[in-house]
Nanobody, 125 residues
């Protein structure tokens, strides 16, 4: 089974930037996509951004388009989330996850097999 470890979270002022990383290790890496989700206190876990492992196509939730960028390093089995112009509503625990699901299921938490432990992002006003 693949083990995922996120890093890069922290406390930042509104308008600032952070870069999250997620490294996959162990197991057989045969996944179709890797994705970032987030969960704020009292809310459900939600899709943020995903990247298809083969072609590199990227997908974003509407609220982060133009501010967040997801990229991957295939050789290092790592994905990144560059977060710019951060807003207080971006405060959450950010998780990375892997899936073998089709594109139509990319935004569904139920489609994901492996999850990291999460990294806290706090945006102060």
């Amino acid at each position: 089974q693949v083990h995922l470890v996120e890093s890069g979270g922290g406390l930042v002022q509104a308008g600032g930037s952070l870069r999250l990383s997620c490294v996959a290790s162990g197991g057989s890496f045969t996944y179709s996509a890797m994705t970032w989700f987030r969960q704020a206190p009292g809310k459900e876990r939600e899709f943020v951004a995903g990247i298809r492992w083969g072609a590199g196509h990227t997908y974003y939730t509407e609220s982060v388009k133009g501010r967040f960028t997801i990229t991957r390093d295939r050789a290092a089995k790592t994905i990144f989330l560059q977060m710019n112009s951060l807003e207080t509503d971006d405060t959450a625990v950010y998780y990375c996850a892997t899936t073998r699901a089709e594109l139509s299921a990319l935004r569904l938490t139920s489609a994901y097999i492996n999850w990291g432990q999460g990294t806290q992002v706090t945006v102060a006003s």
